[in-house]
Nanobody
Framework: QVQLVESGGGLVQPGGSLRLSCTSS????????MGWYRQVPGKQRELVAS???????KYADSAEGRFTISRDNAQNTVYLQMNSLKPEDTAVYYC?????????WGQGTQVTVSS
């Protein structure tokens, strides 16, 4: 059974930084594509960043140059380092794990960027 638990969200001022963490239990994250998505009310969930089992990363245009996705296989945890945060980054951020064509999701963590 796949269980993903996110942490690290919160309230931050514009220009600040946050690091989100997602720990997986039941599976080894190094074997699968891991991703971070975000969603605001009334909009579709969108991909922010992803990392493959080979370590290839991909970013949304809005995240490129500001966010970094990384993985600690020993801790079975994937991170999203977010720098230079903007009010438009405010959303619920979800961790995902792709296994056999299915996406598994965490419960989400709220990120609010506001002065």
């Amino acid at each position: 059974q796949v269980q993903l638990v996110e942490s690290g969200g919160g309230l931050v001022q514009p220009g600040g930084s946050l690091r989100l963490s997602c720990t997986s239990s039941g599976t080894m994250i190094r074997l699968y594509v891991m991703g971070w998505y975000r969603q605001v009310p009334g909009k579709q969930r969108e991909l922010v960043a992803s990392i493959t089992s080979g370590g290839i990363t991909k970013y949304a245009d809005s995240a490129e140059g500001r966010f970094t996705i990384s993985r600690d296989n020993a801790q079975n945890t994937v991170y999203l380092q977010m720098n230079s945060l903007k009010p438009e980054d405010t959303a619920v951020y979800y961790c995902s794990q792709s296994i056999g064509g299915l996406n598994y999701w965490g419960q989400g963590t709220q990120v609010t960027v506001s002065s």
